[in-house]
């Protein structure tokens, strides 16, 4: 879970900051926006996660930062996260939330390190 949870973040850092893969909606991002901020989360937190280095910390940074993605982007469009469009911010505080608490498993560089 925690690496394809890393997997999927990724693309969205990828995707604002280097336009891999092009979504018009990040065309004109500004890096110094909150969307160009949060790419960098994205990117350098899904790459950490994915390989579970500093796996807690940086896992509980990105569940606030997806909290803070639905209640900014999300929660003034309405109440329900299906209408509002916010279930994956929701689903993502949640389960780094649980990887913060959790921890990154045995397949991680954390794990080896504590060997």
Excluded at 10 to 19: D, E
Excluded at 68 to 77: G, L, S, T, V
Aim: hydrophobic share 55%.
């Amino acid at each position: 879970m925690r690496i394809v949870t890393g997997l999927l973040l990724l693309q969205h850092g990828t995707a604002k900051l280097f336009k891999i893969p092009v979504v018009p909606t990040f065309a004109n991002l500004s890096i110094t926006s909150l969307p160009g901020l949060a790419g960098i989360l994205e990117l350098v937190g899904g790459v950490l996660i994915i390989l579970g280095l500093f796996t807690r910390s940086t896992a509980f940074i990105l569940s606030g930062m997806t909290a803070f993605a639905y209640f900014i982007a999300h929660a003034p469009r309405g109440f329900y996260p299906i209408l509002n469009g916010g279930e994956l911010a929701a689903l993502y505080c949640f389960v780094f939330l649980y990887i913060a608490a959790a921890g990154p498993g045995p397949w991680s560089i954390d794990a080896a390190r504590k060997k």
